[in-house]
């Protein structure tokens, strides 16, 4: 072997030296490969010359550094989906007039990146033509909402706000009124930006009871609303009648004080808080991805109506979020919103691209791109991604960076690393606030390395400093975990109590009783009360599967939990994957068990979790199934706990 690679080193470097020495009298053609491809990078350049700075450096590139162009993408959606404007407004721009007109959002695209170019009057031109096309002589809500902002961008107030005016009113939601407010605050009229707030903020505000409550919705655009009037009060030094406006949050959600102290501190301090006056672009794009979010929401409820669903990426949202953040692409805000919709799809290519092609690198971004990296199986990129953020960090973001550097050693298994971080996150934790949440994050750490006692202490800690219902249940959690099951019992029923109709108490409480615990029956029926109030939910749907298999009936376990595997793709669950693999061992499909146990030992079980996925995939199982037992009977009523129960 060493003396075929000393021959080969030779034979190199002698064909290298003629190649030098022939170089002089005639060169070499060049391929036909090399041909077509140089042709290809000056089409893809042409194509490029006039989309804007932002767009293409969006661009996906190929081994060589070059942007793959728009070729690379059989529809424009998978430019979205790849994070890549560049090809996206490429290929918007090649579609037919005809396919162009199925909505007004193509040429909004297309006028976007134009603005974004600094090209104003020929983006309002493409706006103008495309409202002349449709015949509606551009006159719709949507184009003169935008026309607004390109008069906005062009320094022309006056003119822009009077425009605006006209079009508020026939925008979704309350995106008219919040864009109003922001181009009169970015225009220089603060006072006139005020009295929009004022007036969109109901006299009375109700928070949601729990995460299916319908009232959800509308209450984060009111958290939308106050939030903004606040930091405009508190930008303008009127520092009392801003936490005066952010009170009624508060007052809202009695339960979470001790956070909104925190922030009500930083309106005060203005620690933490990066609150300068936004520019007519910034503005814009946070107005645009107001009107994205709503549009977003406004699609759901129709298909719920109607009876189904949107399933999977939304490519509409994403693709009118990434456009706007090509009119200021330093809106880190929205740029974590878009990764945190690619995430959702488990779009992790997206997610790189989108954080590592920022004007600037943060250390959030950084640790998004980690993330992404990780969960695509990129494990050495995910900790020199995870090193970069550290070394980016700044007092004001350390804490938060800390956060997800532990979260991803733990995922990688990194215990003595994520031990020494947690110390890290609790010395550097402040107010009561970040003290809960730093002892409620080294919970989750103790408990995934199977240090319970560690566990327990901690939560109890988070709960001294923070008694919420989510402490609450997370020390419940742990003390079951460490073998104290009375002392969480009471902890669970008292909270069930408190939250009637809370499908996840509800499902906390009834996974509880089957797992630790002999209420086989009671857990069943909580469980099924449960499901009744979330039928889609994957997580509720695999612990009443479980509750089937515990109780022996163990083909409707099967349906169940593979339900719940469907509902929560493309993501998986290791506890989901857990509970498949002994099924499908009891069921004598030994390789889908075995299947399914290794895809649950690849997705981080805690430390317990993991000896038991390796035990079984050396030894399979050799205890009995369960025991068919009668299925109790549910009732509407079943899962209510009265005191004596506790």
């Known amino acids: 072997m ?97 396919d162009r007109d199925v909505s007004p959002l193509f040429d909004a695209f297309i006028a976007l990146d134009q603005a974004a170019a600094g090209r104003l009057e020929e983006a309002r031109q493409t706006l103008a033509d495309a409202g002349a096309r449709s015949g509606e002589d551009g006159e719709t809500s949507f184009y003169i909402y935008l026309d607004a902002w390109l008069l906005a961008m062009e320094g022309k107030a006056d003119e822009a706000i009077n425009r605006h005016r006209g079009a508020a009113g026939g925008m979704p939601g309350l995106t008219g009124d919040l864009s109003l407010a922001a181009m009169l605050d970015a225009l220089g009229r603060p006072e ?54 952010y009170q ?15 922030a009500m501190d930083s309106l005060e301090t203005g620690k933490n808080l990066k609150n300068e006056p936004q520019s007519v672009a910034e503005a814009f794009s946070q107005s645009l991805a107001d009107v994205s979010r709503t549009m977003q929401e406004q699609r759901v409820i129709r298909r719920i109506m109607m009876g189904g669903r949107i399933e999977g990426f939304d490519d509409q949202r994403s693709a009118f979020d990434q456009v706007a953040l090509l009119i200021s692409p330093e809106n880190e805000d929205l740029r974590s919103a878009i990764i945190d919709e690619m995430y959702a799809s488990a779009l992790y290519d997206g997610v790189a691209h989108v954080a590592t092609t920022a004007p600037e690198a943060t250390a959030s971004l950084q640790i998004a791109a980690a993330q992404a990296k ?5 494990e050495d990129a995910a900790r020199a991604a995870i090193d970069k953020a550290l070394s980016l960090t700044d007092d004001d973001n350390r804490l938060s960076t800390l956060y997800g550097a532990l979260q991803l050693h733990s995922r990688m298994n990194d215990e003595k690393a994520s031990k020494e971080l947690i110390e890290k996150v609790i010395a550097l934790s402040e107010n009561p606030a970040e003290q809960a949440a730093a002892h409620g994050l080294a919970t989750s750490i103790y408990n995934q390395f199977g240090d319970y006692k560690q566990a327990v202490s901690h939560a109890e800690q988070a709960r001294a400093l923070d008694d919420t219902h989510d402490r609450r249940v997370v020390l419940a959690d742990a003390l079951g975990r460490n073998g104290q099951i009375n002392e969480a019992l009471a ?21 509880f009783l089957i797992e630790r615990t002999d209420k086989l029956d009671e857990g069943f029926k909580v469980l099924s009360r449960a499901r009744a109030m979330a ?39 290791w506890e989901i994957e857990f509970h498949l693999g002994d099924i499908y061992w009891y069921l004598d499909d030994k390789e889908a068990a075995e299947a399914a146990w290794q895809t649950a030992l690849d997705n981080g079980p805690p430390a317990a979790e993991k000896a038991a996925l390796t035990d079984r995939l050396e030894n399979g199982l050799s205890e009995p199934k369960p025991e068919r037992q009668p299925l109790p009977d549910v009732s509407l009523t079943d899962g209510e706990v009265d005191r004596q129960d506790i």
């Open 192 to 245: 006139q930006a005020l009295a929009v707030y004022e007036a969109m903020t109901p006299s009375k505000i109700e928070a949601p009871e729990h995460q299916f409550d319908p009232k959800g919705l509308i209450y984060s655009h009111i958290r939308t609303v106050i939030s903004r009037h606040a930091l405009l009060l508190q930008r303008l030094g009127r520092i009392d009648e801003a936490k005066a406006v």
């Open 374 to 378: 990780l969960m695509s199986g990129q």
């Open 491 to 511: 902890i669970l029923r008292t909270e069930r109590l408190t939250r009637p109709n809370d499908p996840y108490m509800l499902n906390t409480l009834g996974y």
């Open 248 to 262: 009624q949050l508060a007052d809202a959600e009695p339960e979470e004080a001790i956070s909104y102290a925190a």
């Open 535 to 573: 039928e889609r939910d994957p997580y509720i749907a695999d612990s009443l599967g479980w509750a089937y298999f515990k109780l022996g009936h163990i083909n409707e376990a099967k349906r169940l939990i593979e339900l719940s595997r469907q509902e929560l793709a493309p993501h998986q669950h």
């Open 2 to 98: 060493r003396l075929k690679n000393s021959v080969a080193a030779s034979v190199l470097a002698l064909s290298l030296s003629l190649s030098v020495s022939l170089g002089a009298c005639a060169a070499a053609p060049p391929s036909a490969a090399l041909v077509e491809t140089q042709a290809e990078d000056a089409v893809i350049a042409e194509t490029y010359a006039s989309l804007s700075d932002a767009a293409r450096a969006t661009s996906v590139l190929d081994a060589r550094g070059k942007p793959v162009g728009p070729d690379a993408y059989d529809v424009p959606s998978d430019a979205v989906k790849a994070g890549d404007m560049a090809a996206f407004i490429a290929k918007t721009r090649d579609l037919d007039m005809e």
